[in-house]
């Protein structure tokens, strides 16, 4: 029982940080953006690439891949999403395409076979009964960490008050005197930011390898789909729902069945309540 | 109905054409032009709901994976000859495509696409844990008892069967379904406001769809002989099937047809050069550039060329 509590919270951790990224640009672009995933591939490789291979400091290495997925951000705002002008289907396939893409980029450099990411900590804590590693312990206080400095930075500075006058009305936002061209800039450069990071502590808690972006993708658009348009708080509740899910299906049931739940999940919300179980809230 | 001679004239041509190249490639590219085939009648079968109206299915291989298991599992685990195995793949998939109906009432645009998305995920989960002993797991099966032998005859099937299909399609997109699909994908609730029942429309779109996506699974499994989860509901095959409708033309039938052609020969031609999954890049990159500035796909630069040629000649 105690195992399952653990378990589920570390878990959850992680899905929160991979879906908040994705939320966030729902939110306030209203664009789903499908080669989400495809910075958490992009994080994770780079970190592997600056780390493992060229043999810099650990913590280096998580901010070149947040750097990069940044840089990556941006580009497919400027590139693709501002091309087709918020045609939010187009943006969809276009998107999807354009993982594709990045996925046969990835191995062309890397190749194909699956790489084994070092822990970023190593070492086992045993927390009655149940081994925890301090790899999977990081990226949870991690997640949380990063996930209550977006909190305050969306509430408290000058620019997430803009994000969140964008999310509500662009065009009141725009009256108001925000460009909110600056401030989907801002969101896509955080979004990138934050799915290579999740893609760092993702790789490192399962395997590094060029498919790995559907995954996280699918928990991403489960959070938003089952939460409605994001919140943080609803993100980080909808993440813990479905993460608690995953843990006690695989502990209760059977441990093939844990990806079942969530699309079970993905399908009856939007089938019974299309506005997910929050509805339209606030950021 | 908006049909013109030299409509027909091109579907003759194009159909006697074909029927003559086995005389004129090795077997070797025939085998290619089989895929292409297939590939078609997925891209037919995604274009006729997606294309047209709009419903952007990003779980098409939930629909022929449907068709393509049902007559494997019936002909190699019960023995049931194909030809009542693959009418009943068929019906099974238009059930499933009913299924897939079901959100399509309540969601639409980007919501929906992603809810396919996850039909495919769960199919391809479920497949894998329930009664493996029928879908044979993960490691997928083989030995599915195959309709022709030789190059030559599984290419005059797929063709055959592709022909017939896409035909029947184009001819059916012309008269006034087609027309009403096509201004759903425009305009739903103007269509509503004309009087049209969107809900009978839209769920006709999905029967078409599944029923050609259920026939030509089921024909795909019985030409392969064998079949894999991993292989069929994977996202690049979904991808493969949308860069092949669009890249040729969204909303045409011939579109769908030149697209899935012109994929399985620039990947089929890059092999020698880029093995593996890089040719994805090329195509992926190519596919990616002629969708966000030119939409509507090769078809209509085609099309845009010749009426330029056209007007030269006659000034």
């Known amino acids: ?283 | 109905m908006n049909i013109r001679w030299y409509h027909l004239a091109l579907w003759a041509a194009f159909i006697i054409g074909m029927i003559y190249l086995p005389q004129l490639v090795s077997k070797g590219t025939l085998r290619t032009i089989i895929f292409a085939n297939y590939l078609a009648i997925f891209a037919i079968s995604w274009d006729v709901l997606s294309g047209r109206t709009g419903y952007v299915s990003f779980g098409h291989p939930f629909l022929i994976g449907l068709g393509a298991y049902t007559t494997a599992i019936l002909t190699k685990r019960f023995g049931v000859p194909v030809e009542i195995s693959i009418p009943a793949a068929v019906l099974v998939t238009m059930v499933g495509g009913s299924l897939l109906f079901l959100p399509a009432l309540r969601v639409r645009g980007s919501y929906f696409a992603l809810v396919t998305l996850a039909f495919m995920e769960l199919m391809y989960q479920l497949v894998q844990v329930i009664r493996p002993d029928l879908t044979g797991g993960t490691r997928g099966m083989s030995g599915i008892q195959t309709l022709t032998r030789g190059a030559v005859n599984g290419y005059y099937l797929s063709f055959g069967l592709m022909a017939s299909l896409g035909f029947a399609m184009w001819l059916l997109m012309k008269t006034r379904l087609g027309t009403a699909l096509s201004a759903i994908g425009m305009n739903e609730e103007a269509v509503r406001g004309s009087g049209l029942n969107t809900t009978k429309l839209k769920l006709a779109a999905f029967m078409l769809s599944a029923f050609v996506a259920g026939l030509g699974g089921a024909f795909y499994v019985h030409y392969l002989g064998s079949i894999a989860p991993r292989a069929l509901f994977d996202i690049n095959f979904v991808f493969t099937i949308i860069v092949a409708a669009i890249l040729g033309g969204a909303s045409t039938i011939i579109g769908p047809i030149f697209g899935a052609f012109f994929l399985t020969f620039l990947l089929e031609y890059l092999r020698p050069y880029l093995p593996g999954a890089e040719r994805y890049f090329i195509y992926g990159g190519i596919a990616l550039l002629l969708y966000m500035y030119e939409p509507k796909g090769l078809h209509h630069v085609l099309q845009m060329a010749l009426s330029a040629i056209k007007g030269k000649s006659r000034s």
């Not at chain 1, 390898?209 to 943080?232: E, F, K, N, Q």
């Open chain 1, 1 to 283: 029982m105690l195992q399952i509590l653990i378990q589920g919270l570390l878990l959850s951790g992680l899905y929160a940080l991979i879906a908040v990224g994705f939320t966030l640009i729902f939110s306030i672009g209203r664009v789903l953006n499908l080669a989400y995933g495809a910075y958490l591939m992009i994080g994770g490789y780079s970190y592997f690439y600056f780390s493992q291979i060229l043999g810099l400091p650990k913590i280096a290495g998580v901010a070149i891949a947040a750097l990069i997925g940044v840089a990556t951000g941006l580009l497919i705002y400027r590139l693709v999403v501002k091309t087709l002008k918020g045609d939010s289907v187009a943006i969809e396939i276009a998107t999807l395409i354009l993982a594709v893409v990045l996925q046969a980029g990835v191995v062309l450099l890397f190749g194909d076979a699956s790489k084994i990411l070092l822990p970023i900590i190593p070492g086992v804590v045993r927390v009655s009964g149940a081994a925890v590693t301090y790899n999977v312990l990081v990226a949870t206080v991690a997640s949380w960490v990063i996930l209550i400095s977006l909190y305050l930075f969306v509430r408290r500075t000058h620019m997430g008050r803009a994000m969140q006058a964008v999310s509500m009305d662009m065009k009141g936002a725009a009256i108001s005197g925000i460009d909110p061209d600056r401030v989907n800039t801002v969101t896509w450069g955080i979004s990138g930011a934050l799915g290579a990071v999740a893609g760092v502590f993702f790789a490192s808690y399962t395997q590094l390898y060029p498919g790995m972006w559907v995954s996280p993708l699918i928990i991403a658009v489960a959070v938003v789909i089952v939460g409605g348009i994001g919140s943080i708080i609803g993100t980080l509740i909808v993440a813990h729902i479905i993460g608690y899910m995953e843990v006690i299906v695989t502990s209760a049931v059977a441990p093939e069945l844990r990806g079942v739940v969530t699309m079970v999940l993905i399908i009856g919300v939007l089938v019974l309540r299309p506005k997910g179980l929050f509805g339209r809230e606030e950021l």
